[in-house]
């Protein structure tokens, strides 16, 4: 009798120790309680979760779990930034920026990826400055014009702009989104030849270049409008387009990298020690850090926080040449009694991408330490899913989930993963 209890005792731990191994690991500020894969903390980071045809956030991904956000900037706000830089630019040197003073102030556009919220944005953000924008189902059309030498293109079409008692067209010369061969978008290489393709036909008709980012930009910067003196606008500062300004790169917008990277780890970070939600964020945490007011957005029923953008031109850029550098007041250590070690998955979608690249993932390894958080990085081939999510096999040995999604649609792919 005394053998078969001694054997059903066993019995119920050997059980009790598989169901933990099943079920996750540990998480939360220490305590014992096991946590599925399905309960983890998820962070969408960079690309936000919608239909890449309308823009429409996917809610159904976000509302994964109580501890799934995204974290990114806000992306109208940024394209208006953008926008504006461009327009004041022309109209502060309206004088001697018509190259070949036909009256014709033509430009043209460097689209990053069809299908993304933040290069949409952007497109329209330029367009609508510079009035150039069609509406189309009650918005700006975002569609590459291609070549519009003449003017009657039916995405783009010419405006007017009157600076001092003079009155000049502005007209979007050329679009193209910026896919190469093997379907990577955002791609420099291809904006580098996309430029040398457009002056050949275009020469001294182009006045303006404009970039959905700063990889773009500074590889259509070095292959061509640098030598010609034409202003280039990009997006994100980069380190090398910041220093670019001082040799006559236009300008770019800082997204706050800095508030970006520190918002990505310490949503994870506070969901993981229990705390709440705005701690370290809107609220000092025990150690002081938190974020100025004016320097991001929560929108609740986005279950999305936004960085806010700033303009970088030659009258600032010195003021943002070091890009990886901390958040000043969100720069503390935390305890590891109160914040213990805990592991990460992070997957950046493509390994080749300038800003998450040289910008976000120096961040990220920054406040990782300060965090006490033990990061996995993950580099995808920017062209297919599953080169990433081949690589979540095993989602049990991580306490959370920081995931840049090739395409916006695919969040399920990873959400998937994890309810199994």
Request: proline letters at 2%; aromatic letters at 8%; charged letters at 20%.
């Amino acid at each position: 009798m005394k053998k078969q209890k001694a054997l059903g005792a066993l019995t119920l731990v050997l059980g009790a120790s598989l169901l933990l191994v099943a079920c996750g690991s540990k998480s939360g500020g220490g305590s014992d309680k096991t946590v599925a894969n399905k309960d983890k903390p998820v962070v969408f980071y960079n690309r936000q979760p919608s239909n890449s045809s309308n823009g429409k956030l996917d809610m159904t991904t976000l509302k994964f779990n109580k501890d799934t956000y995204y974290v990114g900037f806000d992306a109208k706000q940024g394209a208006e930034v953008q926008g504006k830089m461009v327009k004041d630019y022309i109209t502060k040197n309206i004088s001697t920026i018509d190259r070949n003073h036909d009256g014709i102030i033509g430009y043209v556009l460097a689209i990053g990826d069809v299908g993304h919220n933040d290069s949409i944005a952007r497109t329209r953000g330029v367009r609508e400055a510079l009035g150039t924008g069609v509406k189309k189902s009650g918005d700006i059309n975002s569609a590459p014009a291609g070549m519009n030498t003449d003017g009657k293109s039916g995405i783009v079409k010419d405006s007017k702009l009157t600076v001092g008692g003079k009155t000049y067209t502005i007209r979007e010369l050329a679009s193209q989104e910026m896919k190469n061969n093997s379907g990577a978008t955002w791609d420099a290489a291809t904006a580098g030849n996309a430029i040398g393709t457009w002056s050949s036909s275009l020469g001294n008709k182009i006045d303006v270049i404009a970039s959905n980012n700063d990889g773009m930009g500074m590889a259509m910067f070095n292959a061509w409008s640098k030598k010609n003196k034409v202003p280039t606008f990009g997006y994100d500062a980069n380190s090398d387009a910041v220093a670019a300004i001082g040799e006559g790169y236009g300008g770019t917008v800082s997204q706050h990298a800095d508030v970006q990277a520190y918002l990505t780890l310490r949503v994870l970070r506070n969901a993981l020690d229990g705390a709440k939600k705005g701690v370290g964020i809107e609220t000092k945490d025990k150690t002081g850090n938190v974020l100025a007011k004016d320097t991001y957005a929560y929108r609740a029923n986005e279950r999305s926080y936004y960085a806010m953008n700033v303009p970088v031109t030659a009258d600032n850029y010195k003021d943002f040449m070091n890009p990886t550098k901390t958040y000043p007041d969100a720069s503390k250590q935390l305890s590891t009694k109160t914040s213990p070690e805990k592991k990460v998955w992070l997957d950046i979608y493509n390994s080749s991408d300038n800003f998450l690249g040289s910008t976000y993932q120096p961040l990220l390894k920054k406040y990782a330490k300060l965090m006490n958080l033990k990061v996995e990085f993950i580099g995808g081939d920017g062209q297919t899913e599953s080169n990433i999510t081949n690589r979540l096999g095993n989602p049990s040995q991580y306490d959370a989930f920081a995931i840049n999604m090739v395409k916006t649609d695919n969040g399920s792919s990873y959400t998937s993963i994890l309810s199994r």
